[in-house]
């Protein structure tokens, strides 16, 4: 990887991890929370939607925020945010305030996802810009890999609380890094006045741009997909499998895995193949080892081993398909950059914290439901990549 392409990755990497290692520094801890503050399975699944759905929302204010003043100071200000919230789940005595919490944290949080997405499109587009996209997803693939097993960490020597204040100390971290490495990419000429017509026309580009739309809720779903992984996997490996704490992180480690190295071929093959032939492709390959985990599932078939090496092979599949959808729904819309992806991120935390949302009911504890819901991903995400194949070649 040239030196181009690994600083920037390294710098906007180490800045985008911390939403994911507020999300996965604690999922092994899900269950001794749940117990320690006398609550239900759903209402810890509670904690992850609270924090998408502010994740969601939030990145309507960051994007357009962006365009407008730049690419730094909505970083520093969710920064500070996503401390505060960290603080107020580290003290919760209750799970509502520990769901006020997660919100905070989620509110922070968008911002360190939504604004290194414009300062890539600042600088690039097309393969290079996949790849770019790619190799950051490869320094936050840290955080499935070895934020479980810090959190598990942090539990047998102090408390789940101990999770949380080390995201307060990540949250520092991140101030020192924005600070002394990423310059400002967005030059003055390029900014745009943030007004409530400048937003609302803008977004009306982007809501009347089928492909737009299509590739949103394309990479959307397969998100989503990930996201009831997120809020289920623990009780299922720990509960259903019999996993300890350190065990479900191990096994949440090989499925992330399985997605980040795979990430690191979208660029290339996007090069030599076409970003949408291999979005098709990996779309296709999703469903089909999604759909057949579940129906394992619904034949009583299912083990610990088999579900691990499933979803490893599904999250492989999906690891091409959202790096290429994001980069490729941002490549038409450069003058708004902070505003499509801004509103493409939300509409994809939506529809994350929707499927959450619409399987708790079903949740039992079993890998049954959580598979049922993943392969009905599965199944949008391949409808979509032919609708957007599609509509690419009639433009074409």
Not at 221 to 230: D, L, N, Q, T, Y
Request: with cysteine; hydrophobic share 60%; net charge neutral.
């Amino acid at each position: 990887m040239s030196d181009r392409i690994l600083r920037p990755a390294l710098v906007l990497g180490l800045l985008s991890c911390i939403g994911p290692f507020a999300i996965d520094m604690y999922l092994p801890a899900m269950p001794e929370i749940g117990a320690d503050l006398g609550t239900t399975i759903q209402a810890m699944q509670g904690t992850i939607i609270a924090y998408f759905i502010a994740f969601g929302l939030a990145q309507l204010i960051y994007g357009p925020w962006a365009d407008r003043s730049g690419r730094k100071p909505p970083l520093y200000a969710g920064i500070v945010v996503f401390m505060l919230g960290s603080v107020a789940c580290t003290v919760a005595p209750t799970v509502e305030w520990l769901l006020v919490g997660r919100a905070i944290q989620g509110l922070g949080g968008a911002a360190l996802m939504v604004v290194p997405r414009a300062i890539i499109r600042d600088n690039y587009t097309g393969p290079q810009a996949t790849r770019l996209m790619a190799a950051v997803m490869m320094v936050i693939s840290v955080s499935p890999m070895l934020a479980p097993l810090v959190g598990s960490g942090l539990m047998a020597v102090f408390d789940w609380r101990a999770i949380f204040a080390a995201l307060v100390v990540a949250a520092c971290a991140s101030l020192a890094i924005l600070t002394l490495y990423q310059p400002e990419t967005l030059h003055e000429a390029d900014r745009q006045p943030f007004n409530l017509g400048a937003m609302r026309r803008g977004a009306a580009v982007l809501f009347t741009d089928p492909l737009f739309m299509g590739l949103t809720f394309l990479g959307g779903f397969g998100m989503a997909s990930f996201f009831v992984f997120i809020a289920s996997a623990s009780f299922v490996y720990t509960g259903a499998f019999g996993l300890s704490p350190t065990g479900f992180s191990i096994a949440f480690a090989v499925n992330a895995i399985g997605f980040f190295a795979s990430s690191q071929m979208a660029g290339p093959l996007g090069m030599r193949h076409g970003s949408a032939r291999v979005m098709a492709w990996a779309s296709a390959g999703f469903a089909v080892f999604t759909v057949a985990l579940f129906a394992l599932a619904l034949a009583g078939a299912m083990t610990l081993w088999l579900c691990v090496a499933g979803l490893f092979l599904a999250n492989a599949c999906l690891g091409l398909i959202i790096p290429t959808a994001m980069v490729m729904a941002l490549d038409e819309h450069g003058d708004i950059a902070g505003l499509a992806s801004s509103l493409g991120g939300t509409l994809q935390m939506l529809a994350g914290g929707a499927m959450i949302a619409a399987v708790g009911p079903f949740f039992d504890g079993s890998a049954t439901p959580m598979l049922g819901a993943i392969a009905l991903c599965g199944v949008l995400v391949l409808a979509l990549s032919r609708v957007v194949v599609s509509r690419q070649a009639a433009v074409a």
